[in-house]
């Protein structure tokens, strides 16, 4: 489990809206009792989400964006088998997390 690994959403009720989730955690924790991450949903139609809260990224050939203020944790067991990473992308998580952290 590394962070930035992008995993199928455990929540199946979420997973016609939220396929995806990443994990933000760091792997400093050898045995973590939780495992924070973000989910990513899909892009509404219409809709126009903040650029920098709402970071898009294509996973799988579709186009997913972060949910930043659904912030959740996992039990480390319900995320099995990433699909992607996003590392390269690890800036523009951390300032939509700090955006949504400590605004302007």
Same mark, same amino acid.
């Given at each position: 489990?590394?962070?930035?690994?992008?995993?199928? #959403?455990?929540?199946?009720?979420?997973?016609? &809206?939220?396929?995806?989730?990443?994990?933000?955690? &760091?792997?400093?924790?050898?045995?973590?009792?939780?495992?924070?991450?973000?989910?990513?949903?899909?892009?509404?139609?219409? &809709? *126009?989400?903040?650029?920098?809260? #709402?970071?898009?990224?294509?996973?799988?050939?579709?186009?997913?964006?972060?949910?930043?203020?659904?912030?959740?944790?996992?039990?480390?067991?319900?995320?099995?088998?990433?699909?992607? #990473?996003?590392?390269?992308?690890?800036?523009?998580?951390? &300032? *939509?997390?700090?955006? *949504?952290?400590?605004?302007?």
């Amino acid at each position: 489990m590394a962070q930035f690994d992008v995993y199928p #959403n455990p929540v199946e009720d979420l997973l016609p &809206s939220h396929p995806y989730v990443v994990q933000i955690q &760091s792997g400093f924790l050898k045995r973590p009792v939780a495992v924070i991450a973000v989910p990513l949903a899909r892009l509404a139609p219409g &809709s *126009a989400p903040v650029a920098v809260l #709402n970071p898009r990224f294509d996973i799988a050939g579709e186009t997913v964006l972060l949910e930043t203020l659904g912030v959740a944790s996992f039990e480390p067991g319900d995320l099995r088998r990433p699909v992607a #990473n996003l590392r390269a992308d690890a800036d523009a998580i951390w &300032s *939509a997390l700090d955006y *949504a952290l400590h605004g302007y």
